[in-house]
């Protein structure tokens, strides 16, 4: 499958919001997680940090990115570090996508930012989605437990790669 990235809509949000992943994934179903459905409606976010990927074939929405980059160097002309999030639709993943699809999103953030250093956090649990990203060279990095807003805390392993 190719994809095509665009900036993300209200109408990808809904649909994004919509989707729900069998256990043990359902932890990534956006309800789930309050502060990322706050983050996926907010206009101010789309085409900016919020990006869709669609089936460039069909002209599906097949999944989303978040792709945060940290503060650019001016004279140098690229960013230090692009932190990644991501989901694919529940009924695309197991299915061998998921290299290419994170393929396509350093793709797009290497041609619009130039980053040094790709990144992102995962669960340790998730050895399918671990796999995939070691697939397309990001390295384990450290253990680590975040406290969020709501008081939760959440155990996550950060990966990272060379972009």
Same mark, same amino acid.
């Given at each position: ?6 900036p ?14 069998p ?5 990534y ?12 409606f ?9 990006f ?35 989901g ?19 793709? #797009? ?8 250093? #790709?990144?992102l956090?995962? #669960? ?37 790669r060379?972009?």
């Open positions: 499958m190719r994809f095509t990235i665009r993300l809509t209200e109408t990808d949000a809904v649909a994004v919001a919509s989707w729900r992943y256990a043990p994934y359902d932890v179903d956006v309800p789930e997680d309050p502060s990322l459905e706050d983050e996926l907010d206009p101010d976010r789309w085409g900016v940090s919020y869709a990927v669609d089936d460039a074939e069909a002209g599906d929405l097949v999944g989303f990115y978040e792709l945060v980059a940290s503060d650019p160097d001016p004279d140098r002309g690229f960013v230090p570090e692009v932190e990644i999030g991501l694919l639709r529940p009924d695309l993943t197991g299915r061998a996508l998921g290299s290419g699809f994170v393929e396509a999103g350093l793709a #797009f953030s290497r041609e619009r930012w130039h980053p040094r250093l #790709f990144a956090d995962v #669960f340790p649990w998730n050895e399918r989605a671990i796999r995939c990203y070691e697939h397309v060279g990001f390295e384990r990095g450290e253990v680590y437990v975040r406290r969020f807003a709501s008081g939760n805390e959440v155990t996550f392993l950060r990966m990272t060379p972009a």
